[in-house]
């Protein structure tokens, strides 16, 4: 990666600049307090959930430490390595809810035949194939975008290396590395949110044809957590990368980029265990009559 500086940059270059959040020195050390709380809540909330906890950690340490540092440098290899993770990583969590939908479809809308389909070795395949595909999607824009000559200002007004103000350091404009990083960074999140509102419009019309109120909101239920999850990642995921890039200013993407990654780790072990502790209030009676009636409208 070529690197070239103007005048008023040093004459050898370490990395870029994190820009961060600006503020005072007492402002930076109340941030590193604050996220260091949420960081340690999120790990101990996930516990086993290692998408979660690399995920939160491919960003989140680097952020801390940039608070109490008066550089807020980050190498050249960090920047893209960090990169590279937080998008496959990011990836992997959006495959990941997809097959959590298939599997709500499948319990709901097939319990009779779910342990049969629904076997071990599928699992284990599933599993597989979702890190396998979030970390080979990203791995040729970012080899693309690591090659491009960089000059000028090293800043990057961001928390994490996005690629939008990265490619504003490019010493060039190259419209064809633009156009394929637009093309294949949306896959990702596009073909699993569709596939999970097509799990939920089939669930979503056996649940509507439940004769009780009573069992059409326990039939939802038994999916909240889910969906939840669902809109509180890609609500804040499609804001930022659904629409152009320039309408956002600088403080909007770090907000709603803060958000996904850190805020919505966090709620999400919440999330799981307020739904399943309604569900733990219902009668096992009473969910096996409702998945019987919701299993009848399936077919």
Same mark, same amino acid.
Request: one cysteine or more.
């Given at each position: ?19 961060? #959040? ?46 109490? =540092? ?6 050249? =290899? $960090? ?49 597989? %194939?979702?890190?396998?595909? $979030? ?17 000028? %200002? ?44 097509? %799990? ?30 669902? %809109?509180? #990642? ?39 265990? #307020? ?25």
């Amino acid at each position: 990666m070529k690197i070239y500086n103007t005048p008023n940059t040093s004459s050898t270059i370490t990395g870029f600049i994190l820009l961060g #959040f600006p503020c005072s020195r007492e402002g930076q050390i109340l941030l590193f307090v604050l996220f260091s709380v949420v960081y340690l809540l999120t790990l101990m909330g996930n516990g086993s959930i290692i998408c979660a906890i690399w995920y939160v950690t491919s960003t989140v340490p680097n952020m801390l430490a940039n608070f109490l =540092s008066d550089t807020k440098a980050i190498s050249f =290899s $960090g920047c893209f390595l960090q990169f590279y993770f937080f998008f496959s990583l990011g990836s992997t969590e959006c495959f990941f809810l997809a097959i959590m939908a298939f599997d709500r479809y499948l319990a709901i809308c097939r319990p009779l035949h779910y342990p049969t389909i629904m076997t071990g070795r599928l699992c284990t395949n599933l599993v597989v %194939s979702c890190w396998v595909l $979030g970390f080979l999607w990203f791995l040729i824009p970012i080899i693309i975008i690591s090659q491009m000559s960089f000059c000028g %200002s090293r800043i990057i007004d961001h928390f994490l290396c996005d690629p939008g103000p990265l490619l504003t350091l490019t010493c060039k404009k190259a419209p064809v590395v633009e156009i394929i990083f637009s093309t294949l960074s949306p896959l990702p999140l596009i073909i699993p949110f569709l596939f999970i509102m097509g %799990s939920y419009a089939l669930v979503l019309r056996a649940v509507l044809k439940v004769p009780s109120a009573a069992g059409r909101r326990k039939a939802f239920s038994t999916c909240g957590s889910h969906l939840a999850v669902v %809109s509180l #990642f890609y609500g804040s995921v499609l804001v930022m990368y659904g629409s152009p890039t320039s309408e956002h200013d600088a403080g909007t993407q770090k907000i709603v980029t803060l958000f996904y990654s850190v805020i919505t780790p966090l709620l999400n072990p919440v999330i799981y265990m #307020f739904i399943k502790k309604a569900l733990g209030k219902l009668r096992p009676n009473i969910i096996f009559n409702l998945l019987t009636n919701i299993y009848k409208n399936c077919i």
